[in-house]
């Protein structure tokens, strides 16, 4: 018995000795994103090509990308050994290369490739077996997924007449020429898409080739409704009646909500919040959109996280559920914006830039596990499809519509989104979490829930007291004694005023008299 208890206290020690000298296992952590180096040899201010930049950006960020901005200029040596994917957009045909540290690099590089426009490297034409042509004005119409008919002038447009591409992405046709051509082709490592502009039928391609170049195998995608600018002194009552007509319909949509970040105990306030619980509870989802940035904000200042903190707390004592934060593109794109406004947040919503005011520029963005891509809905007209119902696009999506002004405009925005026989899909069903110093706010399958306790969405109509002290009553002292003063006052001006009235009319008989004699 002896023996057997010493080979079992041996035993032991020796598995406890593997256990403990066995490597620790990593915890699981979240994929990390893609990066991409995006170079570009100019960005055609003033031409038809100007903004397809800041497009590719928008674009990249939708499939959850890290991105790297540069001009081919600024390109630094071994920056290319960095990367496994980078895009070179090439918007001026009679640019050269010149920077030597780039073209010594490019020799050497084995990674994904995407060229867009001009003058593809020779690597690549050789790759692709690779003929080109310009159509210098004239008119396109694009057929790529279940889209077709998308048509646009089009303006010294590269294309490609032949390849030995094994993938091609669309079909371009011009019908004044009688030409076709594949709108993108594909073969090993290289990929070249002749022609991008922004806003037009060749935002939709790019969106089908990124998805393929990136490998992009999520789930599939989704489109969303957001109603835009909505503030503390909007018509509440006809936002609460918005979402209740889009809650008739059975249309599920985001409100970005401005945010606000003093007086928050005013009744104005309080009826925001009010009417934030009415959309919510008619399956509305709050977007935390970011707030106005004045353009002469100090570089010193960095109030902007605490007050976010703190509204996105109030949003939370008060049963509201903030899934997300919107913002323009160029937001992703600053330190202190990214992070102070944007870091409380796994999801985003990227608008277009429409006024750029960056606080600490970087040049490489900031990415979100969930990133919509937003269009207005007027982009919804110019898409053609053989069925009512439009399909989805190739990312996720949300179609994005002003908060209307009266009765007048939501019945056209309501028509409007009945017309275009669209399927939108509810936020809250997807996972999405909102951490701050005081609460974690996440959503899974329609189910909100505040630091693990689920939110109720019912919503009982509450009005707001519009009995408010603006201002403080100061304290009074004496209050007694100048009152009599006034008043001691008040009799004697009287009392003065009746006695020159008499001096006066003894003054003018006497005056009478004499003058008569």
């Not at 071994?78 to 994917?85: A, E, I, Q, T």
């Not at 490998?215 to 503030?231: G, V």
């Not at 306030?269 to 989802?285: C, D, E, F, H, T």
Request: net charge negative; hydrophobic share 40%.
């Amino acid at each position: 018995m002896k023996r057997r208890g010493i080979l079992y206290c041996i035993l032991l020690l020796t598995l406890s000795l593997t256990i403990l000298l066995l490597p620790a296992t990593p915890v699981q952590s979240a994929a990390s994103p893609q990066q991409v180096l995006l170079l570009y040899d100019s960005l055609a201010k003033g031409t038809f090509k100007d903004g397809n930049v800041t497009e590719l950006q928008r674009l990249l960020a939708a499939y959850s990308t890290k991105v790297t901005l540069r001009s081919l200029d600024q390109y630094e040596q071994g920056m290319l050994k960095n990367y496994s994917r980078v895009i070179m957009v090439r918007n001026e045909a009679d640019i050269s290369i010149t920077n030597k540290s780039y073209i010594e690099d490019w020799e050497h590089y084995q990674g994904q490739y995407l060229h867009i426009g001009y003058n593809p490297p020779a690597s690549l034409t050789k790759a692709l077996q690779l003929t080109t042509d310009v159509i210098y004005d004239g008119s396109a119409e694009l057929e790529i997924g279940q889209f077709s008919g998308i048509q646009a002038k089009v303006q010294d447009m590269p294309y490609i007449v032949a390849s030995q591409a094994v993938k091609s992405f669309g079909k371009l046709s011009f019908a004044e020429e009688g030409l076709q051509a594949p709108y993108a082709v594909s073969k090993g490592n290289d990929t070249y898409a002749p022609y991008f502009e922004q806003g037009n039928i060749s935002t939709l391609g790019m969106a089908y080739v990124l998805k393929d170049w990136l490998h992009i195998t999520a789930a599939a995608p989704k489109m969303y409704l957001a109603i835009k600018e909505i503030y503390p002194f909007s018509d509440l009552r006809l936002l609460a009646e918005t979402g209740e007509r889009l809650y008739q319909l059975g249309i599920p949509f985001l409100a970005s909500v401005r945010p606000v970040f003093s007086n928050t105990d005013y009744p104005a306030m309080q009826r925001y919040l009010v009417a934030m619980k009415s959309v919510q509870s008619s399956n509305g989802s709050i977007l935390v959109n970011a707030p106005v940035v004045m353009p002469t904000i100090s570089s010193s200042d960095h109030t902007l996280k605490g007050k976010m903190n703190d509204f996105i707390n109030l949003l939370a004592e008060n049963g509201l559920g903030p899934l997300g934060v919107g913002a323009e593109m160029h937001w992703s794109y600053d330190k202190e914006y990214s992070e102070a406004g944007m870091s409380f947040f796994d999801s985003v919503v990227l608008y277009p830039d429409e006024q750029i005011d960056y606080m600490e520029q970087s040049d490489t963005s900031k990415s979100f596990p969930s990133s919509l891509y937003s269009v207005p809905l007027e982009f919804l007209q110019a898409l053609h499809t053989s069925n009512k119902v439009i399909p989805q696009l190739p990312m996720d999506t949300v179609i994005t519509v002003d908060m209307p002004e009266d009765e007048r405009q939501l019945e056209e925005m309501l028509q409007s989104l009945e017309r275009n026989w669209v399927s939108f899909a509810d936020y809250k069903q997807e996972e999405h979490q909102v951490v701050t110093d005081q609460n974690t706010i996440s959503s899974l399958d329609g189910m909100i829930s505040i630091n693990g306790q689920p939110l109720s969405l019912d919503y009982t109509p509450e009005t707001v007291d519009s009995d408010y002290r603006y201002t403080e009553e100061q304290q009074k002292s004496f209050t007694r004694l100048f009152n009599i003063q006034n008043q001691f006052f008040i009799v004697v001006i009287m009392i003065s005023l009746l006695l020159f009235g008499g001096l006066l009319m003894i003054g003018y008989r006497l005056y009478r008299r004499k003058f008569l004699k």
